[in-house]
């Protein structure tokens, strides 16, 4: 089972669409959570970070459920320039070493935002 | 700019060759991340420091791989005996992390082709 499993997509969404992704995570130990953005041969960038009592950001939502393992992400109002890869990102599931500090990424979800 | 920067942004070499990549993390974050990232793939952990010691390694690093980071600031990565296997998007992050807060900020990436 992968550590952080994601739909890839893509998801084809009219604008001003609501559209939603979940990702599931394996590892019950994991201590934090993001949604990373991506765009095509660019660096991941932070959309934003996941917090057990959810969190809104503009017209973005994400939530957390500890108990099932998966963080969900919800853009409300899409614009064209929200296509992009959306990365679920978990911290905290551990490495040879022992360590629990590097990032575990999904493969991404694919959003194409159609006018 | 003070955000992460990486050198060179793109470097194709042929296979047998050393390569050696470089990354200056944002001013003042004490966490300096490596990580590799191929087509259609997330991000996969390599490598990290707190200020110049090296806590963790992933099963990726084989031993051709090595990093360093001399005096907490920058760092390097050095790739020994390149294979076509190790073409990819090579991402740097640095983070400091403010209690149970832990922020990574991606660099531009290195992308590297072994022909």
């Known amino acids: 089972r992968k550590e952080v499993e994601q739909d890839p997509g893509p998801f084809n969404v009219p604008e001003g669409a609501t559209v939603a992704f979940n990702c599931t995570y394996s590892?019950?130990?994991?201590?934090?959570f993001f949604w990373y953005r991506q765009d095509c041969r660019k660096e991941p960038k932070l959309l934003m970070s996941?917090?057990?009592s959810g969190n809104e950001d503009g017209r973005f939502t994400a939530q957390l459920n500890r108990a099932s393992q998966y963080i969900s992400l919800l853009i409300r109002d899409s614009k064209l320039s929200d296509s992009a890869t959306y990365l679920c990102?978990?911290?905290?599931?551990?490495?040879?070493?022992?360590?629990?500090?590097?990032?575990?990424f999904g493969k991404g979800t694919h959003l194409i935002i159609q006018p | 700019d003070t955000g992460v920067s990486q050198n060179p942004r793109h470097k194709i070499t042929k296979r047998g060759q050393n390569v050696t990549f470089r990354c200056d993390p944002i001013?003042?974050?004490?966490?300096l991340y490596w990580y590799r990232q191929t087509l259609g793939q997330g991000p996969e952990f390599l490598t990290y420091?707190?200020?110049?010691?090296?806590?963790?390694k992933s099963r990726l690093l084989s031993d051709r791989f090595s990093a360093e980071r001399p005096k907490g600031s920058f760092s390097t990565l050095e790739i020994q005996r390149t294979e076509q296997g190790d073409s990819a998007m090579y991402l740097c992050?640095?983070?400091?992390?403010?209690?149970?807060?832990?922020?990574?900020?991606f660099g531009p990436g290195t992308r590297l082709t072994v022909l």
């Open positions: 590892n019950s130990a994991s201590q934090s």
């Open positions: 990102v978990v911290n905290g599931v551990g490495y040879s070493g022992g360590g629990a500090d590097g990032l575990t």
């Open positions: 992050a640095s983070s400091r992390p403010i209690g149970a807060r832990d922020t990574q900020y």
């Open positions: 996941v917090y057990s």
């Open positions: 420091f707190q200020n110049e010691a090296q806590l963790e």
């Open positions: 001013s003042e974050h004490n966490r």
